[in-house]
């Protein structure tokens, strides 16, 4: 049996390698099957003895439009089931099941945000390598319109993979939509006004539904701006720390 593989992507400066550290500890500690942690980068530095490295396909992106390479036919020689995890996300509990899921289809997470475009989030995405090379090619064939007119690989994804299965609702859930995290309205649109300057703060803290294996925080905050504190509107969310142990 092939290893399952795990993949990220580090671009940039916004994410350190200790986010990519992070991410490798809770899959090792919540997948019970054999795998191969991967992550995408120009910058290996830091990263944990286990991870493997591979190189930027395409030098010229930016950001998650690198995702879309993982879609390529000839993705550095790998074959098999992969599991795509964005970097800002909380795992919570065992991930086994998201590989067991509807075995051989493309599998993701319903869209939380509000694009046009949107009908899933790629914060999580299970495919099979190879098998969707159409993605790529599209959009080397409509790179200029893509970019200039979708707000992000997601938009792409979702429009031209029509058959992706949704997860079962509960198992990867929103930090934002489903975690009761919005700090309460006080003096309606002025106290929103006045959490979003810093000069009130939402009380209590976020919950975590039951069942659930991943948590995403898609824009901001990411899960280390709400870990010890709130952050703006949003409630601060300490049971992370569990998770990142």
């Known amino acids: 049996m092939k290893k399952l593989k795990v993949i990220c992507l580090k671009w940039g400066g916004k994410y350190p390698a200790s986010d990519v550290n992070q991410l490798y500890s809770m899959v090792k500690k919540n997948l019970g099957v054999p795998f191969a942690f991967y992550c995408i980068t120009e910058d ?78 790629s914060s999580v995405v299970r495919y099979e390598i190879g098998k969707l090379d159409y993605v790529w090619q599209g959009f080397l064939y409509n790179q200029k319109w893509i970019m200039d007119n979708m707000h992000g690989d997601q938009d792409w994804l979702g429009l031209v993979v029509p058959s992706v299965e949704v997860y079962p609702a509960g198992w990867v859930v929103s930090y934002k939509k489903d975690c009761n995290s919005r700090g309460w309205k006080l003096l309606g649109n002025l106290g929103e006004w006045l959490m979003k300057k810093g000069y009130l703060k939402p009380l209590g803290e976020a919950t975590l539904p039951k069942k659930t294996k991943i948590v995403i925080f898609h824009g901001k905050p990411d899960p280390i701006d709400v870990v010890n504190k709130p952050y703006k509107i949003w409630k601060k969310a300490p049971w992370i720390q569990k998770y990142w142990g």
């Open 44 to 121: 290996a530095e830091g990263l944990l003895e286990g991870i493997k490295v591979l190189p930027l396909y395409d030098g010229s992106l930016t950001g998650w439009w690198h995702k879309l390479s993982i879609f390529r036919k000839d993705f550095y020689g790998l074959s098999g089931t992969a599991l795509f995890l964005d970097l800002d996300i909380v795992i919570t509990a065992k991930i086994d099941e998201l590989f067991l899921f509807q075995p051989g289809r493309t599998c993701s997470i319903e869209d939380k945000g509000g694009s046009k475009w949107n009908v899933i989030n």
